[in-house]
């Protein structure tokens, strides 16, 4: 343009429009090229680091979930992630276009004056002495930001989790103000980078001036000994201010990406984190149809969490028959879960073997060996979504043995009722469903996996006495030609168990019959029984030596919780006795009036007070 305005070479207007329209398809060309390559590149950059990360994650071992909080975990798949995948890019793209404006720049400057090359490399040391004083401090508050962050997430996280509890004890302030610290905690890290980012600009600034004097003087005394045009001139004057500008800025980029990288670091670090045991040995995968039988074999099992802690499971060798019910129980810290997890192989053996089968299940791989044993967990897992989706998540199963399985474990009615059907929303964590059909659905995953080995881990320890015979009445019918190893701190649970493995810090102090645990009062079940009091303490006897059948009352039990399909037109659920008393009466409410059983505006309603547990024998007496 300086050329075109002073009519340099002669050119006509034509070929002046021509070069200065090639030269700005140019820089548009390099412009494309340079945002292209930069946000794609970047963007498989950031998808190859967050598929890593979510593998790692979900593939680490127990210990990995055991010594890193929930908001460190969230903080690296949200802020970390957030920055990677937008700032990141963006900013570096902007520092990049700044870099080869500032280099094009300065290489005008001095073309037109030359002079000028030694005061600007003077303020590019001072630049690059400002930068590096300023990277430092901004890179470790953007750590400190990031770290501060953590705990945050983690308290609002917890305090979700925990709203009832809040509530009941009249803690809302206090978890506020909690809140409130954390956040103010988190903010002052954030208001010193702000800070920081003003001292730079301030500094920039000044050495901006101090380029635009420099190219100014620089012009002045290049004139006095070489001629030079008024627009060459004021190109460079025009060039500097513009240089001036772009440093700062430049400065300020340069060191956000530093910053920005430490989420690189970060994400980074989570994508070589020590995963569990492979998924698949095609090497040593056993049989399709393995396991046949239910065996299983401990042979000097020692197990810890992680290498620096002590052992929780310590030489324990004992076997277990094909389609035997076993109790474990014990005093809290015995070892019970941990057995259990090593079954799972959720957490490695330190030393010992487990055989299923006649099969070494550390040398086959994970998937194989956790779909070869069902599990009823102590804390119901429920996915959103609908409830086909919860039972059967691989739509491996008809409808009609969906339906099969819902009838076995007690919840056709309520999915019947509902107008969707198998398609019922399950909303986040199975909020609109209780504890005990949260449960009782696991027990449906359960009864639909067709497995010889089925866990129990403290399964009803959270629901009402009806529920557990619910599920104790089917888990003894259905699985009857299963091995069932059941953990349960009611002993009323496990009593009628083939045998009982009674655990004390990590060893078996014993492994016999319940009546041979009762007949032996030096043992310790026999203490754990007695501890439940005396009245209760008989009956356990009675049930281990055969003189009564819990079978029978766990039955009774369930009749009285079991939902039933009659569902009056008001959608009031009725009880077994109910249904029987409509079948004699019939549907007219005269005659069931003439029963003397008030069933009010919605005929008939449920029952309470003593005929409520009444258990109707004779349905015409």
């Known amino acids: 343009l300086s050329f075109w305005a002073i009519g340099y070479g002669g050119y006509d207007i034509l070929e002046y429009l021509g070069v200065y329209w090639v030269l700005s ?23 190859s680091l967050h598929k890593h990360m979510f593998e790692k994650v979900l593939h680490s071992s127990m210990s990995f979930f055991d010594t890193t909080p929930y908001g460190v975990v969230m903080n690296r798949f949200s802020k ?40 600007m490399l003077v303020v590019m040391c001072l630049y690059y002495y400002v930068q590096q004083y300023y990277r430092c401090s901004s890179r470790e508050l953007k750590r400190l930001d990031s770290v501060s962050r953590a705990p945050l997430y983690s308290h609002i996280s917890e305090s979700m989790s925990g709203v009832t509890s809040i509530r009941a004890y009249n803690l809302e302030s206090h978890f506020m103000e909690v809140c409130y610290d954390r956040l103010d905690l988190n903010n002052r890290a954030f208001f010193v980078c702000l800070s920081g980012g003003c001292w730079l600009d301030v500094r920039c600034q000044f050495l901006g001036a101090l380029i635009v004097f420099f190219a100014s003087l620089a012009v002045v005394a290049w004139r006095d000994y070489h001629v030079l045009s008024d627009a060459l001139a004021a190109l460079a004057v025009t060039s500097a201010l513009l240089m001036s500008s772009i440093l700062g800025i430049f400065v300020r980029l340069g060191t956000s990406t530093e910053a920005l990288m430490t989420s690189v670091q970060r994400i980074a670090e989570y994508t070589k984190l020590k995963t569990e045991a492979p998924a698949e040995i095609p090497e040593t995968e056993p049989p399709p149809e393995w396991p046949e039988k239910g065996d299983i074999v401990f042979t000097d099992y020692v197990m810890r969490y992680r290498p620096d802690l002590d052992p929780v499971v310590k030489n324990l060798s004992f076997s277990i028959k094909s389609a035997e019910k076993i109790g474990i129980v014990g005093r809290t810290g015995a070892g019970k879960s941990s057995l259990m997890l090593a079954l799972f192989r959720m957490v490695e053996a330190s030393s010992g073997t487990v055989h299923i089968n006649g099969v070494d299940i550390s040398t086959i791989g994970l998937n194989r060996l956790r779909n070869s044993v069902a599990i009823i967990p102590q804390e119901p897992v429920i996915f959103s979504g609908t409830l086909r989706y919860n039972l059967d998540p691989f739509e491996r199963y008809s409808d009609e043995e969906l339906w099969s399985t819902l009838e076995r474990c007690h919840l056709k009615a309520m999915v019947m009722a509902a107008d969707e059907g198998l398609m019922m929303p399950v909303s986040e964590n199975g909020d609109n469903f209780s504890i005990g059909q949260k449960q009782l659905l696991c027990l449906g995953r359960a009864l639909l996996k067709p497995t010889k080995i089925l866990v129990m881990d403290e399964a009803t ?64 079940f026999y203490s754990l029984a007695h501890e439940t ?89």
């Open 25 to 47: 398809m140019a820089a548009a060309l390099f412009i494309w090229l340079r945002i292209s390559t930069v946000f794609s590149s970047g963007i498989l950059a950031a998808k």
């Open 80 to 119: 970390d992630t957030d920055s990677v995948d937008n700032l990141l890019i963006s900013t570096l793209n902007s520092y990049l276009g700044n870099m080869a404006m500032i280099i094009s720049t300065f290489l005008l400057i001095c073309l037109i004056a030359p002079i000028f090359i030694l005061p």
């Open 461 to 524: 320890a959270a629901v009402d006495i009806e529920t557990d015979a619910l599920i104790q009445k089917t888990v003894r019918t259905e699985f009857a030609d299963r091995t069932v190893l059941t953990i349960a701190h009611r002993l009323n649970t496990i009593i009628d168990s083939d045998r009982i493995l009674v655990l004390d810090l990590g060893r078996i102090s014993e492994f016999d019959t319940p009546q041979a645990l009762l007949d032996n009062p030096e043992s310790l």
């Open 533 to 621: 009091g005396e009245a209760n303490a008989a009956y356990l006897y009675g049930v281990a030596s055969g003189k009564i059948s819990l079978l029978d009352d766990l039955s009774a039990l369930a009749e009285r919780a079991q939902i039933n399909a009659v569902v009056c037109d008001s959608g009031v659920e009725l009880s077994p006795e109910e249904v029987e008393l409509r079948e004699i009466y019939g549907e007219d409410e005269k005659e069931l009036e003439d029963s003397e059983v008030d069933f009010g505006d919605c005929p008939p309603r449920p029952l309470s007070g003593a005929f409520a547990s009444f258990r109707v024998s004779d349905p015409k007496h």
